[in-house]
């Protein structure tokens, strides 16, 4: 762990399996309540010199966007290794990584005058909160971490972070090779498994909290957040619904609905999680991306020709055995895939689901692995009124070659990112996050940033 810019064991480790084989091939420290206590204590304390220099802090973000670009090699097979993901996905987030700590730290913290008259000038400031606990989950750790480190400390934030136990490793790692360009305890990173998260959220020195992961449990950050009445961001799942129009040409959309679907083995908060299809285009549609799901390629991430890797871990392996295991017990048609591939490690087939409907847990609840289930439909109202049929709302897209009427039918999904012709194009620009259960707030662009500071109205009497 990173404590105070220092490397801390710990007097505990964990095991991090690899789910490509099944086995622990690594051990992570077990955070302790006194080492958590002494990373809230350094960020605490780094926070009253960092708070006050904003152009040092650009500087330093733009080296860590520098230090990332540097490690991509050194880091992709830790990244591949405890998540599961082709190497070159591992690639891509890592460089990821590094462009969004580039363009955050180009963003301006907005001083805005509300009222300038004879009498008074008010300007409206934004202040850093001071300590932020950041929680992140396991399918894309670096990515997220730095979604949420960037914005913190360009606002003039201190951070404690917890990956997920699934994935801490690199995570770790990215923490230890930062303390070259950062003041020591302005990025704490430790590791441990639920209850960690849990004595983050209720710590005293904490003022915000930025939460990724799961709607229950961004419940019980809402709730350990409350007594102190401590800021939230969260980042919730998503059950997200692709409405294909009418007009679609099946094969020309399938591959992109898949992998839209599909990404990263489904574990993607905003994947395409449930496919609305016009009733006539049926049997076409499903045959079009069966094509595809059979094709695709899944191993290992370390085998070049990889493009799909295992499920993460044991029980979200298992939640999408008993989910496919649900529709084939409601009469559901598994038109490809619907079993594990081998007995070592998590591998599930790319898996598509037809003659299913709204009521079977795979349609309704989030899958969260590489399963799409594709339902029949008969107006393009009555889609759009079961797609937002959910407490979901974190994504959705709609498909037609009259980009027109699709914008229209997507302004309509009741969530937080509605897609047209595309699914998954997630930019540092544009805010991200979701509406009803799928979160409170937004990460990226200027308004995440926004999300890191609290506003100071600044009133000056005038002579
Ligand atoms: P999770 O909620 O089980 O865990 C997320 C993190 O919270 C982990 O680090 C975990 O240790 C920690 N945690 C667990 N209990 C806690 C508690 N009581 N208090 C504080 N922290 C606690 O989620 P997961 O299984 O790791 O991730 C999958 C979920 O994350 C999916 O639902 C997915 O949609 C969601 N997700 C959302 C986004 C988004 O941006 N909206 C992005 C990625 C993933």
Same mark, same amino acid.
């Given at each position: /762990?990173?404590?105070?810019?220092?490397?801390?064991?710990?007097?505990?480790?964990?095991?991090?399996?690899?789910?490509a084989?099944?086995?622990?091939?690594?051990?992570?420290?077990?955070?302790?309540?006194?080492?958590?206590?002494?990373?809230?204590?350094?960020a605490k304390?780094?926070?009253?010199?960092? =708070?006050?220099?904003?152009?040092?802090?650009?500087?330093?973000?733009?080296?860590?966007s520098?230090?990332?670009?540097?490690?991509?090699?050194?880091?992709?097979?830790?990244?591949?290794?405890?998540?599961?993901?082709p190497?070159?996905?591992?690639?891509?987030?890592?460089?990821?990584?590094?462009?969004?700590?580039?363009?955050?730290?180009?963003?301006?913290?907005?001083?805005?005058?509300?009222?300038?008259?004879?009498?008074?000038?008010?300007?409206?400031?934004?202040?850093?909160?001071?300590?932020?606990?950041?929680?992140?989950?396991?399918?894309?750790?670096?990515s997220?971490?730095?979604?949420?480190i960037?914005p913190?400390?360009?606002?003039?934030?201190?951070?404690?972070?917890?990956?997920?136990?699934f994935?801490?490793?690199?995570?770790?790692?990215?923490?230890?090779l930062?303390?070259?360009?950062?003041?020591?305890?302005?990025l704490?990173?430790?590791?441990?498994?639920?209850?960690?998260?849990?004595? /983050?959220?209720?710590?005293?020195s904490?003022?915000?909290?930025s939460?990724?992961?799961?709607?229950?449990t961004?419940?019980r950050?809402?709730?350990?957040?409350?007594?102190?009445?401590? =800021?939230?961001?969260?980042?919730?799942?998503?059950?997200?619904?692709?409405i294909?129009?009418?007009?679609?040409?099946?094969?020309?959309?399938?591959k992109?609905?898949?992998?839209?679907?599909? %990404?990263?083995?489904?574990?993607v908060?905003s994947?395409?999680?449930?496919?609305?299809?016009p /009733?006539?285009?049926?049997?076409?549609f499903?045959?079009?991306?069966?094509?595809?799901?059979?094709?695709a390629?899944?191993?290992?991430?370390?085998?070049?020709?990889?493009?799909i890797?295992?499920?993460?871990?044991?029980?979200?392996f298992? =939640?999408?055995?008993?989910?496919?295991?649900?529709?084939?017990?409601?009469?559901?048609?598994?038109?490809?895939?619907?079993?594990?591939?081998?007995?070592?490690?998590?591998?599930?087939?790319?898996?598509?689901?037809?003659?299913?409907?709204?009521?079977? =847990?795979?349609?309704?609840?989030?899958q969260?692995?590489?399963?799409?289930?594709?339902?029949?439909?008969?107006?393009?109202?009555?889609?759009?009124?079961?797609?937002?049929?959910?407490?979901?709302?974190?994504?959705?897209?709609?498909?037609?070659?009259?980009?027109?009427?699709?914008?229209?039918?997507? %302004?309509?999904?009741?969530?937080?990112?509605?897609?047209?012709?595309?699914?998954?194009?997630?930019?540092p620009?544009?805010?991200?996050?979701?509406?009803?259960?799928?979160?409170?707030?937004?990460?990226?662009?200027?308004?995440?940033?926004?999300?890191?500071?609290e506003?100071?109205?600044?009133?000056?009497?005038?002579?």
């Amino acid at each position: /762990m990173t404590i105070a810019g220092e490397g801390i064991v710990g007097s505990e480790q964990f095991g991090v399996i690899n789910p490509a084989t099944g086995e622990v091939f690594d051990y992570a420290p077990e955070c302790s309540s006194e080492h958590l206590d002494a990373a809230m204590a350094a960020a605490k304390g780094a926070f009253e010199s960092w =708070r006050l220099d904003e152009s040092a802090r650009r500087t330093a973000l733009l080296s860590c966007s520098t230090v990332i670009k540097n490690a991509v090699d050194q880091l992709a097979p830790i990244l591949t290794r405890e998540q599961g993901k082709p190497l070159s996905r591992a690639v891509v987030e890592l460089k990821g990584a590094a462009k969004w700590f580039d363009y955050t730290a180009r963003l301006e913290i907005p001083r805005e005058v509300a009222l300038d008259n004879d009498h008074v000038h008010v300007e409206v400031r934004r202040r850093p909160y001071g300590v932020v606990a950041a929680i992140t989950p396991w399918n894309y750790p670096v990515s997220l971490a730095v979604w949420k480190i960037a914005p913190a400390l360009l606002a003039g934030n201190t951070v404690v972070l917890k990956p997920s136990p699934f994935t801490p490793l690199t995570t770790l790692k990215v923490g230890e090779l930062l303390q070259e360009v950062l003041p020591s305890g302005v990025l704490n990173i430790v590791s441990g498994g639920d209850d960690l998260g849990s004595w /983050m959220t209720k710590h005293p020195s904490v003022r915000k909290i930025s939460f990724t992961g799961s709607v229950a449990t961004g419940k019980r950050v809402a709730a350990a957040a409350a007594p102190d009445l401590k =800021r939230v961001t969260l980042e919730l799942g998503g059950n997200d619904p692709a409405i294909v129009l009418p007009d679609v040409d099946p094969a020309a959309v399938a591959k992109h609905v898949f992998w839209g679907a599909l %990404e990263n083995c489904g574990q993607v908060c905003s994947a395409i999680k449930r496919v609305y299809v016009p /009733m006539e285009k049926y049997e076409a549609f499903l045959e079009a991306v069966g094509d595809v799901a059979a094709n695709a390629r899944i191993g290992d991430g370390f085998d070049d020709a990889t493009q799909i890797g295992p499920v993460n871990n044991a029980p979200q392996f298992q =939640r999408i055995i008993d989910l496919v295991d649900d529709a084939r017990h409601h009469g559901a048609r598994i038109v490809v895939g619907g079993s594990r591939v081998g007995n070592r490690g998590y591998f599930y087939q790319p898996t598509v689901v037809g003659d299913i409907s709204d009521g079977t =847990r795979l349609v309704d609840e989030e899958q969260f692995g590489p399963v799409i289930p594709i339902v029949p439909y008969d107006s393009v109202e009555n889609a759009l009124e079961r797609a937002n049929a959910t407490h979901f709302g974190l994504s959705g897209s709609v498909w037609s070659s009259d980009v027109k009427r699709a914008t229209k039918v997507a %302004e309509q999904l009741e969530c937080g990112t509605a897609w047209v012709n595309q699914h998954l194009n997630i930019l540092p620009h544009a805010p991200f996050g979701g509406a009803k259960w799928s979160g409170i707030g937004v990460e990226n662009g200027p308004w995440g940033l926004l999300g890191f500071t609290e506003i100071q109205t600044v009133n000056v009497a005038k002579g």
